[in-house]
């Protein structure tokens, strides 16, 4: 079975900096010094937003995973011929080894 753990936990990174890129300052000012002033006059033409190229990376992947299946049909199906023949064999040093670098991938892509 082919279930990508990173999906989900980028996925919920990438939408935290979607929703922070999206919001507004409703009824404040950010002048040059990025300070935030009360009040309800338009920013100056100069201002610009940037996406930073850790986001656009973020954003490249999440469609890239999206566009992958959730489940390997075809490794599934022979996961089960293997366990009706009785050929299937768990190897505990694996799953340990494949759990572990899990965990450091997930733990490296989000700091």
């Given at each position: 079975?082919?279930?990508?753990?990173?999906?989900s936990a980028i996925g919920a990174k990438t939408n935290h900096i979607?929703?922070?890129?999206?919001s507004k300052n409703v009824g404040h000012e950010v002048n040059r010094n990025n300070t935030a002033q009360?009040?309800?006059a338009a920013p100056a033409a100069s201002d610009t937003v940037s996406i930073t190229g850790t986001a656009s990376q973020l954003q490249a992947l999440e469609k890239q995973l999206a566009s992958l299946p959730v489940v390997d049909v075809q490794r599934v199906d022979s996961v089960k011929r293997e366990i009706s023949n009785g050929t299937f064999e768990i190897n505990p040093p694996r799953i340990a080894d494949k759990m572990i670098q899990i965990e450091s991938a997930i733990s490296q892509r989000l700091g």
């Open positions: 079975m082919s279930i990508n753990p990173l999906s979607s929703d922070s890129q999206q009360s009040g309800n």
